[in-house]
């Protein structure tokens, strides 16, 4: 069954190595031959990470009460996955490492570690020659620059994406999330690129902190955020309507009363359930897919959507999505 999946995505890695070869600027050549992928394409790709939300304390409550914005503004213009999981390691960069690599992998979660696998960031680079500026791995977490590296010495490994994490890269500490999206802003209207993930670290702090009040109000805060940066991605010419924006978790946090919310990183449900909304023009609106779903299928489709070859992955493109 894999080795017959594979073999279209072997097929275009032949050629495009073939088209490298006689073309030295090769920046966006692919697009004729990789056509042959199956599936919708898109122009542009945003994944938004909220850190450590806990199903029950957003998409959980039928209410919607701490996620009002992108239940009022961005639920009807997308698809809601009501079944979507953490199936690895439920901490912060094993879960992020997840939704970039397509693979699960049990690593360090201080930043001491990097990917075994290159990313759907780095084989986008590498299959379309684009610049590092065309792919930005963008987060509130300085630990989380580990993104834009690997230890694997495959050749896309040298196709690493900017990155622009924590205070001044990794090991400077964690800055505000509001600071986040203003650079994340700055850098897409600057650089234009097709390829973005923000991660924004707020409620996880909260949470570890052991303040209620402060976790729900982060995750309100970050409903807003993301809400506005929608919209924001809508009034940029080279966004609008020609983006799919996936807002996501990289874990939840353990179900029960009490303190229990204020840790995380074992197999219970409260930590394994997370959310998944994405909207873009080819996304059926107010959708809820039924399948049962998880990080890597959205590598999968973020590189069907870019119609760049996977060779290494674990999960598979989420067809439902689109019309
Ligand atoms: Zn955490
Ligand atoms: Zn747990």
Known sequence: MRSIALRPFLQLAIAVVALAACQSSSYPTLQASASTLAGPAAQNVVVVVIDGVRYADSWGDPTH????????DLVPNGAFYPAFYNKGVTLTNPGHVALTT????????DGTELPDLPSVFHYYRQHTGAPATDAWIITSKDKLEILARTKSTDAA?????????????LGTGYRDDTTTLRVARQLLTKHKPRLVLINLREPDTQGHAGNWEGYINAIQQSDKRVTEFWKWLQTQPHYKNTTTLFITNDHGRHTGAGMRFKNHGDNCEGCR???LLVLGPKVKAGEQPTQSRSQVDVTATIAQLLQVPMPKRDGEP??????
Do not use: D, T, W, Y
């Not at 397509?102 to 979660?109: A, C, D, E, K, Y």
């Not at 490994?157 to 890269?169: D, I, R, S, T």
């Open 65 to 72: 009460k701490n996620v009002p914005n992108m239940a009022r």
């Open 102 to 109: 397509g693979h699960h992998q049990n690593m360090s979660n």
């Open 273 to 275: 359930k997370i959310s």
């Open 318 to 323: 989420m067809n439902e999505l689109f019309r």
């Open 157 to 169: 490994a040298g196709f690493a994406p900017a990155a622009n994490c924590g205070v001044k890269g």
